[in-house]
């Protein structure tokens, strides 16, 4: 369930006025009171009520309010804290059926959480499949894996998928990585795709907190064992939780986080659909992009795309340190990817006020 704006605002004044008569009551319970004539000045002795508390301290509680509304756009600082936590080396990696993997899941539930999203899985947020590693001949070949699914449901017919992979190469034993020696190096994965999973849990907190009921409900996403061929979006799209019939298009974020002002942002799928050229008419924004009409490549969009669903799919290009113990943390340019992620609510903003979307295979 989602708290308007109102009741949100409410809950908040009554938060701040039992703290101040909380405070109170400790106060006047301390004998030698005149002592601390501050406390008088601040408290008082008068009847409390929300009014006065309110009356007390406009401008505090303006400031917290503005804050909060303000607040929940995407933030470079925020991006940098999910980023930084996802690919330190404590999580060694994320490799599918790994502990640090698990927790990495368990990270996004507990964002999914907070901002108020309805579990979507089939165990709450988790939706568990068994992955398998098939590049290399390893015994432990069959893994525990897990998607996380939230939903922002505002009571419309159709719905949005955003979705980025959380699950990266681990200690470089499941096969892909591009290291020399791959074998006990962690692959921090902070582009691909703590960046993306960045993107995913801030535009969660945005749509979730806006106090606007958009024309479209939104799926959010984090895949896992993208890393091993795709396998969370396919488990997802042959045992979804909500009718495939009911999609309106997928958004998939898979590194976002290298910005080249070069190169610009890539956003693949533009020819998914006939209605994309009309969603980005007269969008603009301070970084440079480009479209490109595939969408069967990259990551998770194509397991889309092959149902016969519109996508987009962001992208800020390779680079070196792909797939390589290297891709890190400080790496990362959050002030761009802040960018990627704002010009992305302008373009799913577009897309809403457009009609369900018809699929188009890109020849
Ligand atoms: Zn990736």
Redesign the pocket.
Known sequence: MRMSWKTCSQTFSRCIAALVICCRSVYQNIPDRSSRPWATRLIGNDKFTETTILKRFPTVFMLLLVGASFGQTPSADRINRHINWLASDKMQGRGTGSPENAKAAAYIVRQFRKVGLKPLGTDGFYQPFTAKVRRVVVTDSLRKANNVIGFLNNDAPYTIVIGA?YD?LGMGKQGSSLAEKPEGQIHN?AD??AS?VAGLLELARYYATNDVKEPYNLLFMAFGA??LGLQGSRYFLNQPTLPLTNLNFMICM??IGRYNPERGVGIGGYGTSETWPQVFKGVESPIKFFTDRAGNG??DNAAFYARQIPVLFFHTGGHPDYHKPTDDPDKIDAQAEEQILKLCIRLLDNAMQQPKMTFTAVK
Request: hydrophobic share 10%; aromatic share 0%; net charge negative.
């Open positions: 992979h990266h994965g691909d795709n993306g993208e890393e898979d590194m990259g990551s």
